[in-house]
């Protein structure tokens, strides 16, 4: 149970900004967002994770609404190399037994 | 992060056959986890590995298919037993960290 939903694909054109959504609708108080991504048949990559406030970090900056059912995960740049498939996982901190991965994102980075 | 060797990268297999999968991680950790992606679908936890007792596993995988072995904090193996070609998949492991999960690079199974 992913309890997540994120569009199948999205398209960005490289260099520009890929916002990649992400709705969290049943999200409980101490459940946090966590960002993950797949290139081609490699391990899952985390990127970043929130609870309520923007996060920023090398790779991504992460948008939480304020009533926390939904999020935004900004490449500011994208490259040829960001595409994969981004997994949006909401989930306890204490809970990662229950790390559930749904469908995901495919990002198709295009020249 | 963690750094995560896994061994196999990738192998071929006949099937009936069984495969042991070893992931080694740089530092101790609690628990350790077992995915299995099957071509073209998300990751599926198979089970919880932890140091000292049986592995925990999911609905709808079982010990006498995938037994998996936790000798010490910072290795596991997982068994893929008496293989069939439904079996064909990429098998992670993966640890916990204090920021998330952390994953390996994966062991891309073929059964032929």
């Known amino acids: 149970d992913a309890k997540t939903t994120q569009p199948p694909s999205m398209d960005c054109a490289e260099g520009r900004a890929a916002n990649l959504p992400c709705n969290h609708s049943t999200i409980s108080g101490n459940e946090y967002v966590y960002w993950y991504r797949q290139i081609h048949s490699q391990g899952p990559q985390y990127i970043i994770h929130?609870?309520?406030n923007n996060e920023t970090n090398e790779m991504a900056s992460l948008i939480i609404t304020e009533d926390r059912k939904s999020s935004t995960l900004i490449l500011p740049h994208a490259t040829l190399r960001d595409t994969a498939v981004y997994y949006c996982?909401?989930?306890?901190?204490?809970?990662?037994?229950?790390?559930?991965f749904g469908s995901g994102t495919k990002l198709n980075v295009k020249p | 992060s963690a750094v995560i060797s896994q061994k196999p990268s990738r192998d071929i297999c006949q099937r009936g056959t069984s495969l042991t999968i070893q992931c080694q991680v740089d530092s101790q950790v609690t628990m350790m986890f077992w995915y299995r992606q099957q071509p073209g679908q998300s990751l599926t936890l198979i089970a919880t590995a932890n140091q000292g007792s049986e592995a925990t596993y999911e609905s709808g995988f079982v010990i006498d298919k995938f037994p998996i072995s936790r000798p010490n904090l910072t290795f596991s193996t997982l068994t893929v037993s008496n293989m069939s070609p439904e079996d064909s998949s990429i098998y992670l492991c993966s640890v916990e960290r204090s920021s998330g999960l952390f994953f390996g690079s994966g062991t891309q199974l073929s059964v032929l």
């Open positions: 929130g609870l309520k």
């Open positions: 996982i909401v989930i306890g901190r204490d809970n990662f037994n229950k790390f559930y």
